[in-house]
């Protein structure tokens, strides 16, 4: 199989106009949904301070000569925000508005991530301020290599697992792999997840975090009596999440009818050929130009009349401006943190049911699960074995969630919260301080 040598098909261009509109600090506004939880579960407040802050910060330096011999020098972050429960584990983005706090509040998001899904790792999450799209492959794999051996005192298959984010794909791990097995001076496959196959990838890791929206999409319909056939669906975001997340709810007889990338939103009320507008981005890019719906203004896409709606795209797309004209019955966040914490009560108040972020993409990182595990027995699974084991697992969690949030009568984010932070909680608890 060919890798894809061009930039990764994941990128994205933030749609910014209302991105900061409700939000103070990334890493507050995140926190503010980790209080309440806290507060619900009765917390005792040394393990509420331990939970409130990152074990660990790296700001690193990453000079790279650039294609016309210029010397750049980019700043790249990774924090590892807790590693109570096993090995951190998180992405890497790459994009020109990673900030300090925005790592902070996607690393802790990890850590209850893991957690609600009960895998045994911790949460971390890396970023690298830079601009991938107006980057040569080579500057890109110099850029990644250079981080890389920056925060390379973090990085082991037992301390810190990176793996793909925003603008970074299976080319940049396998850089990430390479640059780590050279400096240890042995071929460490399991120090990074979400691999080309041939070099230790697991089969359905590139599907799995858009299946897994799929497979707690399913459960949530089922709960609320709404049939998958017909059903009407809007996606915002058309990477790697949101055209498998649409590619496979449409196997399941739903309508996706308005898609929506960096390049525009598309809508036909008749249904759009997932697969074809798959093949165009392959092809493209993006989405523009799609001929197989009409274009539409992207910030309609998302107060659509459907019945599902998955923001697959980027933080803070539901805000307070757009939450009251919301329509459909069932959000399903694909991306982390699309809805602000201000717009949560908004969602709830019209009786919106949200499957939230920390559950609804915990599909990525559970088949890197997977992946790493495989790594370390060196004994590879099929791919249906995979999907089997990542369909128990993300129905299994999504009825623990669930059957929380009918407990304390509390949405499903504040019961997912709930569920994460009380599994950390009791490993601090068991492992006391080491003093
Ligand atoms: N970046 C993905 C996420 O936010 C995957 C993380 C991983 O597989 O470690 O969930």
Known sequence: ????????????????????????????????????????????????????????????????????????????????????????????????????????????????????????????????????LGMSVGELERVTRRYTKGIISLLGPDTDVPAPDVNTNERVMAWVMDTYSM??????????????????????RKEATGRGCMLVTREAMNHLGLKMKGATVAVQGFGNVGSIAAKLLVREGCRVVAIGDRAGAFHNAKGIDVDAAIAYVAKHRSLEGFDGADAMNPDDLLTLDVDVLVPAALENVITTKNAPKIRARLICEGANGPTTAAADPILDEKGIFVIPDILANAGGVTVSYFEWVQDRMGYFWSEDDVNERLGGIMTRSFQEVLSLSKQHRVNMRTAAYMTSISRVATVHRLRGIYA
């Open 183 to 204: 400096h240890v001076g042995r071929t460490e496959n399991a120090v990074v997840t979400g691999k080309p196959v041939e070099m230790g990838g697991s089969l359905g």
């Open 1 to 132: 199989m060919a890798i894809d040598l061009r930039l990764p098909t994941n990128s994205i261009v933030r749609p910014d106009k209302d991105r900061f509109l409700d939000e103070v600090n990334p890493f507050e506004a995140m926190m503010s949904r980790f209080d309440r939880a806290a507060e619900l579960l009765d917390l005792e407040p040394g393990i509420y301070k331990i939970l409130r802050n990152p074990e660990k910060q790296l700001i690193v330096s990453v000079p790279v000569q650039l294609d016309n011999g210029e010397v750049e020098v980019f700043t790249g972050y990774r924090v590892l925000y807790n590693t109570s429960r096993g090995p951190a584990k998180g992405g890497i983005r790459f994009d020109m508005k990673v900030t300090l706090e925005e790592v902070k509040a996607l690393a802790a998001w990890m850590t209850w991530k893991c957690a609600v899904v009960n895998l045994p790792f911790g949460g971390a999450k890396g970023g690298v301020v830079c601009d991938p």
